[in-house]
C-alpha cells in the first residue's frame, strides 16, 4: 500500500515456514510441501519482499516478522484448511491414506500448536 508521504507497507506470508507440531514430522514436511508445490502459487514471497521492493525503485527502511500462532485446531483449521488441503494431499499423491488419516487424528486428539511467519516491509519511494 502506498502512502500519501512516499512510504510503502507491503505485507506477505511465506508458508515455507508453516510448521505444525505433531508426532509424525514426515507427515508434516509432507503436507508442507503439498501446500507450498501445489496450493499457494508463490508460496515464499514473504521473504521475497526487500527485493521485489528494491526491484521496484523503493528503499526498504523496516522488515518486521510477524509469527502467526494457532493453538486452536479448529480456528487453525478454519484459515488454513488443514483437513481440507490433506485431502487435496493424498490426491495429489504428497501423503498416502494412512498417513493422512494418523496425521489428522493427531492434530484433533492431541495438544495443537502451529506457528507461520507474516513478514512486514516498510519501504521509501
Known amino acids: 500500500m502506498l502512502k500519501a508521504d512516499g512510504r510503502?507497507?507491503?505485507?506477505?506470508?511465506?508458508?515455507?515456514?508453516?510448521?505444525?507440531d505433531c508426532p509424525d514430522a514426515g507427515a508434516m514436511r509432507a503436507y508442507r510441501s503439498f501446500v507450498t508445490d501445489s496450493v499457494v502459487r508463490?508460496?515464499?514471497?514473504?521473504?521475497q519482499l526487500t527485493r521485489l521492493a528494491t526491484s521496484a525503485g523503493f528503499a526498504t527502511t523496516h522488515v518486521i516478522p510477524v509469527s502467526s500462532v494457532f493453538d486452536d485446531v479448529r480456528?487453525?483449521?478454519?484459515?488454513?484448511?488443514?483437513?481440507?488441503?490433506?485431502?487435496?494431499?493424498?490426491?495429489?499423491?504428497?501423503l498416502d491414506r494412512e498417513t493422512a488419516d494418523d496425521w489428522l487424528n493427531d492434530l484433533w486428539t492431541q495438544p495443537f500448536f502451529a506457528t507461520m511467519t507474516l513478514f512486514i516491509a516498510v519501504a521509501e519511494g
Open 75 to 94: 480456528s487453525a483449521d478454519e484459515i488454513l484448511g488443514i483437513g481440507r488441503v490433506t485431502q487435496r494431499a493424498v490426491s495429489a499423491g504428497f
Open 8 to 20: 510503502a507497507v507491503f505485507a506477505e506470508p511465506d508458508y515455507d515456514t508453516l510448521v505444525i
Open 42 to 47: 508463490n508460496s515464499t514471497i514473504g521473504r
